[in-house]
């Protein structure tokens, strides 16, 4: 069965220190992962998907299907990283999204 | 980029009563919408799939009477929750499928049933 887990609920650094957010899932296949960040007060939105490859903001993330895992990881945080950040997963291009809890970062100054 | 929208933004009815919340997809066209419903602090737990034209696919513990879904064209899907009580309070979001298979959230509905 599909599973995403986000081992951490809250997550604080400061200002200018790394972050890593984990994420790691179970499929019987080969997914598609994402991560989603809500802003306060804001609705959900696209951060990054694993086959764009792409870094927006300053995150990264990469599929490690050895450790089925897509962590999230930007080298210098900032105050305006503070939100919501979600881990999913589908298994097919126009199938529903599976979510992990969710990780509340709050990156102080 | 793509618009959804979500009518009401926030309402309050009494327990016993049915409201309706609607997502729009205000510059595309989507055969396919999600509902979410959002405890605080947590994830998003999927309610059903809604199919344009076609009968809605709900997960597994969602009552599709009480939850009724109607998708009634490209643009417009609809939740009904029926004879509403205070547990189903909580805040509703849903998405909308664009033909790259991209999803586009709502900005979500708070409902309070008192």
């Known amino acids: 069965a599909q599973r995403v887990t986000q081992p951490e609920k809250l997550l604080s650094v400061f200002k200018g220190a790394p972050v890593e957010l984990k994420c790691n899932y179970s499929?019987?296949?080969?997914?598609?992962l994402f991560w989603y960040v809500q802003y306060s007060r804001q609705r959900l939105q696209l951060l990054l998907r694993?086959?764009s490859r792409e870094s927006i903001k300053g995150f990264t993330a990469d599929l490690n299907k050895g450790e089925t895992s897509f962590h999230l990881k930007k080298p210098f945080a900032q105050e305006e990283d503070s939100a919501m950040y979600y881990c999913?997963?589908?298994?097919?291009?126009?199938?529903?999204?599976?979510f992990g809890r969710g990780t509340q970062l709050t990156v102080w100054p | 980029g793509a618009v959804v929208s979500q009518h009401p933004s926030r309402v309050i009815c009494k327990s016993g009563t049915s409201v309706k919340i609607e997502c729009r997809s205000l510059?595309?066209?989507?055969?396919?919408m999600f509902w979410y419903r959002q405890f605080p602090k947590q994830s998003l737990m999927l309610m059903a799939t809604?199919?344009?034209?076609?009968?809605?696919?709900?997960e597994q513990g969602v009552e599709k009477d009480k939850f009724l879904i109607n998708h009634a064209s490209l643009t417009l899907s609809t939740l009904t929750v029926t004879s509403a009580h205070p547990e189903d309070s909580s805040f509703y979001i849903c998405?909308?499928?664009?033909?790259?298979?991209?999803?586009?959230f709502g900005p979500g509905t708070r409902l309070t049933v008192t």
């Open positions: 998405s909308a499928m664009g033909q790259s298979g991209e999803q586009y």
């Open positions: 499929y019987s296949g080969s997914p598609e």
């Open positions: 694993h086959i």
């Open positions: 999913a997963l589908r298994g097919s291009t126009l199938g529903r999204l599976y």
């Open positions: 510059d595309f066209q989507a055969t396919t």
């Open positions: 809604s199919n344009e034209g076609s009968k809605a696919t709900y």
